[in-house]
């Protein structure tokens, strides 16, 4: 689950690092009058949970309250990246030196929270990895150390920051590091982390934050849980999320349901390898009954791309006769023309088949075939 950069930007600050003390607002109105609490100028910024709002005009400097105000009406009315912008944020503007990239991620490698750190900030660091790798530092954090001093004073070194921004920025990584442990995060994230000027001098402070919880640990967190944005995941997915299923869209035209998270992900690679594109990944998970394959086929087929629906199922605790009924019963519920195409190997397989077969699905005695008849069955739909 994606974090707003409010929302990070609050927990950041409640482990000690600087951020700027900015007011969230719905409307114009409430724009400007954040910006005349907070004092001009101010910069107005789209709450939306994806990445370069900047790019697409997400977010502008204010330097009058006419201007905080028409900068807000106008932001509140884009959509960036297919989402709509519902609030803003209306932070006091600061004069930037310099921007560093500060984030901290799971490696699955290394089995470590990493630390990764930039003089290369600012900009997408995606890009930023792919063309100049060898700009971004990465440290792999002691899961029960920690980030200690001399680890993130080394990182300091390593990007070229100012000698005097290095107490700081101890300060900053270990409280980065501390809050991605605390609040079971999959991401947390300062881009920019930025120098800027500050009475004569400069300090450092955190302009942007992203933060990714991990949804399966969001069960202890239940005041990050209440921070979801509905905006966040599709239609499909949030039923899918509340009937307990495993379920991502795609963007293709077969639609997929399967048992078992690693089947499901092999029956995506092998439509593609048949020259398919599945539209969706979907884990059924434990025994697929009657209602959960109903209650998955009603997702699948409610997104208008898919032209057929693959099912791989292995009936390994639950026998394959009663997975078919079950798919049998889900059909007789959701009615649709859809065609469908049926693989299901294991316990009592002929049965199974048997079952399908006089319900008019299509059956397969391999994955590999079930993919083929699909991606024929697509090709020939369109
Ligand atoms: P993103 O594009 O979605 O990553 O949004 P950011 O929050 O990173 O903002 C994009 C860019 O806007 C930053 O990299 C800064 O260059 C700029 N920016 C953000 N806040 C300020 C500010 O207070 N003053 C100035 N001058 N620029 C800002
Ligand atoms: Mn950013």
Redesign the pocket.
């Known amino acids: 689950m994606k974090l707003h950069?409010y929302q990070s930007k609050q927990i950041f600050s409640r482990f000690g690092i600087p951020v700027?003390q900015g007011i969230v607002a719905e409307n114009a109105t409430e724009a400007r009058n954040a910006a005349r609490e907070i004092g001009l100028p101010v910069?107005i910024?789209a709450q939306v949970l994806v990445?370069?709002?900047?790019?697409a005009g997400?977010?502008k400097?204010a330097r009058t309250l006419e201007e905080a105000e028409a900068n807000a009406e106008h932001i509140l009315g884009l959509t960036i990246k297919g989402l709509p912008v519902r609030k803003v944020l209306v932070?006091p503007?600061?004069?930037?030196l310099s921007?560093i990239y500060l984030g901290v991620a799971v490696d699955r490698t290394m089995r470590r929270a990493v630390l990764m750190a930039s003089a290369a900030g600012?900009v997408d660091i995606e890009e930023v990895a792919a063309a100049t790798p060898e700009k971004i530092v990465r440290v792999p954090i002691d899961p029960f150390v920690g980030l200690p001093d001399y680890l993130a004073r080394d990182v300091a070194v390593s990007i070229g920051l100012p000698r005097d921004h290095w107490n700081e920025f101890i300060k900053i990584a270990k409280g980065l590091a501390a809050a991605f442990v605390a609040n079971d995060a999959s991401l947390a994230e300062i881009?920019?982390l930025a120098i800027v000027s500050n009475d004569g001098g400069s300090r450092l402070l955190g302009?942007?934050g992203k933060m990714v919880i991990d949804d399966n640990a969001l069960f202890r967190h239940p005041e990050l849980a209440a921070m979801r944005d509905p905006d966040e995941e599709s239609e499909a997915e949030r039923k899918a999320r509340n009937a307990d299923l495993s379920f991502v869209s795609l963007d293709g035209d077969i639609g997929c349901l399967v048992n078992g998270a690693g089947l499901a992900m092999a029956t995506l690679d092998i439509i593609q390898h048949f020259g398919g594109r599945p539209a969706n990944f979907l884990d059924v998970a434990g025994g697929a009954r009657a209602e959960k394959v109903a209650a998955a086929l009603r997702i699948v087929l409610s997104d208008p791309k898919v032209k057929v629906v693959l099912f791989n199922i292995f009936g390994g605790i639950t026998r394959c006769d009663e997975v078919a009924r079950g798919i049998v019963q889900a059909l007789e519920e959701v009615k649709t023309q859809v065609p469908m195409v049926a693989r299901i190997t294991g316990t009592n397989k002929e049965e199974g088949d048997r079952i399908l077969a006089s319900a008019n699905l299509i059956t397969a005695n391999s994955a590999a075939e079930a993919a083929q008849k699909a991606v024929a069955l697509a090709r020939a739909a369109c």
């Open positions: 950069e700027p910069v910024k990445g370069g709002r900047g790019k997400g977010v400097i932070d503007a600061v004069e930037i921007e600012g881009n920019p302009l942007d």
